[in-house]
């Protein structure tokens, strides 16, 4: 029997606003334990949270990103659970009416695309980290994490193989970065996904018993627990036996699945509306406002770069795969450069020089002015491309380009009696050469204008050379 | 009676919490009582006009302040190692 793997895929990302969700306190990543916490966040008696505005418009700017509806009225909701990385004991969250929903993100598959249907969306707050003993001792707590924001994203069962899911989860961290409301690391847990899969006979209609994987922390872990949960399933029910509904936990080192919990009555969260935070009205006003200042995410730049610029729709997705390298090809074409001439640079050298540094494109240094004016020197025939290069290595870090020419007489010669004088040397130091061309070695040739581009230092322009040498030949 | 003392043994499952029969009779009464207490608020009339002018959008700018220093935070903890919260081993 051939089986159909069925996945639906809950996404928590964490927002990069400065502060928590209801409290003041630093949302920044790395500080010491328990140095960002205040009676809000650790649930003290007598505290009151009060929501964060960016939160709620990080939230709706990825809500319409996603197509989503919008929830007019929004309120909040208490989830109950005892488990200490929560110290109030609950988790603020929305159940019933939550900011968004039935909205949709188009994913580009190799095979085309394929459209993934968002099933809600909603606000909530982060727990803290408990890093337990490795002999059992006791478990010890940090709540700096506790209550920065989160959106937690939830699709329909769409996908179909681990190739779909980590497409879409590539798209939806572009959709973020391009919006700038997450920094969409997984190794820092901003970006982590809960995978709930399924498998049934191929063409049948009605859902498998599903199990929830948690725990994701890279996309590799992501393709490696669909395929190792997807076959287990499926082992199960080819030897006749039945899958239990659980919750698992993805063991990165020992790749496989772990059982979490198997009690059906675990999840009682006793969801009640939470009565310390008042409904958020999201009027059409603020929506409009919202849309308009909305930027142009990746999708749409691609688009634009193929049909108003001509690029392949390979140079796009290169040029769109980091938000900083699009936005700094863009400032390099609106300086004057020809897009297609910039695209080059940047996939190639700009590439090139990020790499070696291991670097991010929003980490570098370079100026789009200075590739800007470094395309033009070639374009006007000033230095040749081989120099261009060597003067982009020196100046990547910083440096004027037109400076760096001047000091190391780079530019090119473009005085023909310079270059004719070059050529009469040349041709009396290699008599043999010319007498080889003659007698219809045509290789000889080359090896003259090589010889003249040496003795000019390369900064001549190899076609006024072999011009130049081709008729001085010719004259006799 | 609302609160059965199923309804106790299983809100005492989920939040860990073993009680002797007593104990469980004891919380059935209390929280029967407390659920006595919150029908008052059932009998306040609210009339939709009032509903209308309830508060809604109570928002903060997204402002850093700080918050307690580690030393009072911890303050009130049963364990501490002085950096962070020590509680009994919990893995699900």
């Known amino acids: ?476 | 009676m609302r609160i059965t003392s199923e309804t106790v043994e299983h809100t005492a499952a989920l939040a860990k919490l073993k009680l002797t029969h007593e104990e469980l009779a004891q919380a059935a009464e209390q929280l029967e009582d407390i659920l006595n207490c919150m029908d008052v608020l059932a009998g306040v009339t609210c009339d939709t006009q009032q509903q209308a002018q309830m508060r809604k959008n109570v928002l903060r700018e997204d402002v850093c302040r700080p918050g307690l220093e580690r030393s009072q935070l911890l303050v009130g903890a049963p364990a501490t190692d002085g950096t962070y919260f020590l509680v009994p081993k919990t893995v699900e």
């Not at chain 1, 630093?26 to 960002?36: E, I, K, L, V, Y």
């Not at chain 1, 036996?241 to 009682?268: C, F, H, N, Y």
């Not at chain 1, 006003?285 to 770069?305: I, S």
């Not at chain 1, 900083?324 to 700009?350: C, D, H, Y």
Request: some cysteine.
């Open chain 1, 1 to 476: 029997m051939r089986w159909e793997t069925v996945i639906g895929l809950e996404t928590h990302v964490e927002l990069n606003t400065d502060t928590k969700i209801f409290c003041s306190c630093s949302t920044a990543f790395g500080a010491p334990p328990n140095t960002q916490c205040c009676p809000v966040c650790m649930g003290l008696p007598g505290s009151l949270p009060v929501l964060n505005r960016r939160v709620v418009e990080y939230a709706a700017r990825i809500a319409l990103a996603l197509n989503c509806s919008i929830t007019p009225l929004n309120r909040f909701d208490r989830k109950n659970y005892f488990y200490p990385d929560l110290p109030k004991a609950y988790q603020i969250s929305q159940l019933y009416l939550p900011i968004a929903r039935e909205g949709w993100l188009d994913v580009e598959m190799e095979q085309g695309r394929k459209s993934i249907r968002i099933h809600e969306m909603h606000m909530e707050e982060d727990a803290g980290k408990l890093i337990h003993h490795p002999d059992g001792g006791d478990t010890r707590i940090d709540y700096n994490r506790c209550g920065v924001p989160l959106v937690e994203i939830v699709t329909e069962p769409d996908f179909r193989s681990a190739d779909e899911v980590v497409a879409y989860l590539e798209q939806l961290r572009s959709v973020l970065l391009y919006l700038g409301v997450s920094d969409g690391k997984l190794q820092e847990g901003s970006l982590r996904c809960d995978v709930n899969l399924s498998v049934r006979p191929e063409g049948s209609q009605t859902l498998g018993v599903r199990t929830e994987m948690k725990n994701l922390g890279s996309f590799r872990a992501v393709r490696r627990a669909i395929e190792y949960e997807s076959q287990r399933q499926i082992r199960i029910l080819e030897s006749g036996g039945r899958v239990i509904r659980q919750t698992l936990r993805w063991d990165e080192d020992a790749d496989q699945s772990i059982p979490m919990r198997t009690k059906e009555d675990a999840a009682d969260y006793r969801y009640f509306p939470e009565p310390d935070l008042p409904p958020v009205e999201l009027d059409e006003a603020f929506l409009t406002d919202l849309r308009t200042q909305q930027p142009e995410l990746a999708a749409q730049k691609r688009a634009r770069y193929c049909k108003d610029w001509g690029l392949s729709a390979y140079d796009a997705r290169m040029l769109t795969g980091q938000r900083s390298l699009a936005e700094f090809f863009e400032r390099t074409v609106a300086l004057g450069a020809p897009p297609k001439k910039a695209a080059n640079w940047i996939m190639g050298q700009v590439l090139r020089q990020l790499s070696a540094r291991n670097l991010q494109a929003q980490d570098m240094t370079l100026q789009p002015k200075v590739l800007a004016r470094l395309i033009a020197l070639v374009e006007q025939g000033r230095i040749n491309r081989n120099t261009a290069v060597e003067v982009f290595d020196a100046v990547f870090d910083g440096g004027d380009p037109e400076e760096y020419i001047a000091a190391h007489g780079l530019e090119r010669i473009s005085d023909c009696a310079q270059v004719r004088q070059a050529v009469e040397q040349v041709f009396a130091e290699n008599p043999r050469s010319v007498a080889d061309w003659r007698a219809g070695k045509e290789k000889a040739l080359g090896f003259l204008v090589g010889q003249t581009m040496r003795m000019l230092q390369g900064k001549a322009d190899p076609q006024t050379v072999n011009k130049l040498i081709r008729d001085r030949l010719t004259e006799e």
